[in-house]
């Protein structure tokens, strides 16, 4: 079976990156993929680090050209030996720096069948991977028609959509392969051929890092000059075709600062006089070229002035947030959820389906709690400024003003009836993303906790909360001593009532210690999750870790994420499906019609420890 992604590593003399450039591929969470290597007859010792990777991972594929072919002619070479729908390339001299790199540009590419080419932002490091900046020319995640794109390239003069290191495109939109009459432009060539095949997706988040050093082929290419006969090429074959928008002046200074660059590669010394005379001759004409010096000379410093007005206003942020750009940007939706921290890991369900439903558009978040939301492949970004984002957004869903007033569905529901309306969406899809912090070491943060990790422990939440606020410390204290006297030790997690059981040799309390990614490591190794309707509990859910939930109001809807292996206490049946409650934000004014609060009172500790027992299956 073929794989997915065939990553391509074409090198020449890199042995020096090599072995961290394989590395970061090989750290990815995405791992249906094929690394092919193939080394253009190197000098160096590449070939002894290539034999010895492939050697330990059936996945990679190492050969040496039986002569140097060239550059160009080796990725092409890689692209040949392809089998993977989708093509991520990664120079032997620079490095994946995101686990999810590969991931995120699979996702995009599957969500949308139309999208030809998906590239991100970019860190520059130099030769002994250091930061040097951050390359980024779009705003959020957005998507536009290849052409869109290739017009803003041409327009601007400028490679916006990034190296081969940092995109990845689908094999069967690159048959023809890189043009081999291009060195220094054939990557943005080839990105035209494609993007006239389909439309361009854009992650704002630096996931590849590329890397500045003496020996790269780039510099040397640009120090020699090769790159400005291409230009020429790459005009005589895109800037008149029909999709080209650019206006007729614009394109006639486009043609001229090529020329000029001609100019003032012969000023600093990169070709001599009488080449770039006789270039700018042969291209534009000498005399033209000198009747028009003075005039280029005066618009150059204005276009640079305008250039700094628009990164000042951010002219060029509205313009991708609000879908100007040719009337091809995908869009931007904003999200609005400030109130408590488990309705905003909740409301991330809706988040996740709104995304389905509209693959080509941002989608950022204004919340109070932008940790419930850290690392959600979904959120291109979070802010805190909402009355800003407004102005920018397409759509904007203020989750602030759903109505919760009716008592017989969960807010998960009222959120998502908002957005989509009533029966216009699967709610079982509507399921949150929460980071899993698989690799997170305990240890490191906290004595002693090593301990639990082998050994059979139940982790509580208590706390006082608008359901259980009956539910006294010393309710909690005669819980944690009867779970304790099972045999369990019992770990506390969560801001919440300080139980002081006894004996105290079997309980800790790290309430305010964890954060929610360490509090999700620690109750997936759990044999049991004890606690109140809170956000902790549905980050519990997401476990495999059976879950005790001690509620009143309990409707069916409440449990989105895992509906098996988890235990409700209730004793009045009745009250199981409340309707006496009337949700109004705030949450904390919900007091019960009745007056009573009986399900919640008569709630006992013996309730609570014999559904423990059912769930732990004693």
Not at 96 to 113: E, P, Q, T, Y
Not at 455 to 463: D, L, N
Request: proline share 3%; aromatic share 12%; glycine share 4%.
């Amino acid at each position: 079976m073929s794989p997915r992604v065939s990553v391509c590593i074409p090198t020449y003399n890199y042995a020096k990156y090599l072995p961290e450039t394989i590395e970061s591929i090989l750290s990815q969470t995405f791992t249906d993929y094929e690394l092919i290597i193939i080394d253009d007859c190197s000098t160096d010792h590449t070939k002894d680090i290539g034999f010895y990777y492939a050697s330990n991972d059936k996945r990679i594929s190492f050969s040496v050209n039986s002569s140097n072919i060239g550059m160009v002619k080796n990725w092409n070479l890689c692209l040949s030996k392809a089998k993977g729908n989708y093509i991520r390339y990664v120079f032997g001299d620079d490095l994946l720096i995101h686990k999810d790199a590969i991931a995120k540009m699979v996702d995009i590419l599957d969500s949308n069948n139309n999208i030809a080419l998906v590239s991100s932002s970019r860190k520059v490091i130099d030769e002994n991977s250091n930061k040097k900046k951050i390359l980024s020319h779009f705003r959020d995640i957005t998507a536009a028609q290849g052409t869109a794109i290739i017009n803003k390239c041409l327009s601007e003069q400028k490679n916006l959509i990034g190296e081969p290191s940092v995109v990845m495109f689908r094999r069967n939109n690159a048959t023809r392969g890189f043009n081999e009459k291009y060195q220094q432009l054939v990557d943005l060539e080839f990105w035209f051929h494609l993007l006239e095949q389909g439309e361009f997706a854009y992650i704002d988040e630096p996931l590849t890092a590329f890397r500045i050093h003496l020996e790269q082929q780039s510099k040397k290419n640009w120090e020699n000059g090769a790159g400005l006969d291409e230009t020429q090429y790459l005009f005589d074959e895109y800037l008149h075709k029909s999709y080209i928008n650019i206006s007729n002046f614009r394109k006639s200074y486009i043609i001229y600062d090529y020329n000029y660059q001609k100019w003032k590669a012969y000023k600093e010394k990169r070709i001599s006089k009488r080449q770039a005379i006789e270039e700018i001759n042969h291209s534009y004409g000498i005399g033209k070229f000198y009747i028009f010096l003075p005039l280029y000379k005066l618009y150059k410093p204005f276009l640079k002035l305008k250039k700094h007005v628009h990164n000042v206003l951010d002219i060029e942020g509205r313009n991708s947030l609000n879908n100007v750009i040719n009337g091809d940007i995908g869009g931007c939706i904003c999200v609005v959820r400030s109130m408590a921290l488990g309705d905003c890991i909740m409301a991330t369900g809706v988040i996740k389906h709104l995304k389905e439903l509209n693959p080509l558009s941002s989608i950022v978040v204004c919340t109070e709690h932008p940790y419930a939301f850290e690392n959600n492949r979904d959120v291109a970004k979070i802010y805190d400024n909402y009355k800003k984002m407004r102005r920018y957004c397409d759509k904007v869903y203020d989750l602030n003003m759903v109505s919760e007033k009716n008592p017989t569905v969960h807010r998960i529901k009222a959120y998502a009836d908002f957005v989509f309306g009533e029966g216009n969406y699967k709610f079982s899809d509507v399921k949150p993303v929460i980071n899993d912090r698989t690799d997170v070491d305990i240890n490191v943060k906290i004595n002693n906790l090593g301990a639990f990790l082998s050994r059979k422990y139940i982790v509580i939440h208590p706390s006082k909360s608008w359901v259980c606020k009956e539910m006294s410390k010393e309710h909690w204290n005669s819980i944690v001593r009867g779970l304790i006297n099972k045999g369990y030790r019992i770990v506390q997690v969560g801001k919440s009532i300080d139980v002081q059981p006894d004996p105290v040799y079997r309980f800790y309390n790290f309430s305010d210690k964890l954060t929610l990614s360490e509090i999700r490591h620690l109750i997936s190794r759990a044999s049991l999750f004890v606690g109140i309707d809170s956000g902790i509990f549905h980050i519990a859910q997401s476990t495999k870790t059976k879950c005790v939930g001690i509620f009143s109001v309990c409707d069916p809807n409440l449990i989105v994420w895992r509906e098996k292996d988890t235990w409700v206490v209730t004793p009045n049946s009745k009250c199981k499906y409340c309707l006496n409650y009337k949700l109004t934000p705030p949450i904390t004014n919900v007091v019960c019609e009745r007056g009573d609060n009986e399900c919640i009172s008569s709630i006992s500790p013996e309730d609570v420890l014999k559904v423990c027992a059912l769930a732990l299956d004693e």
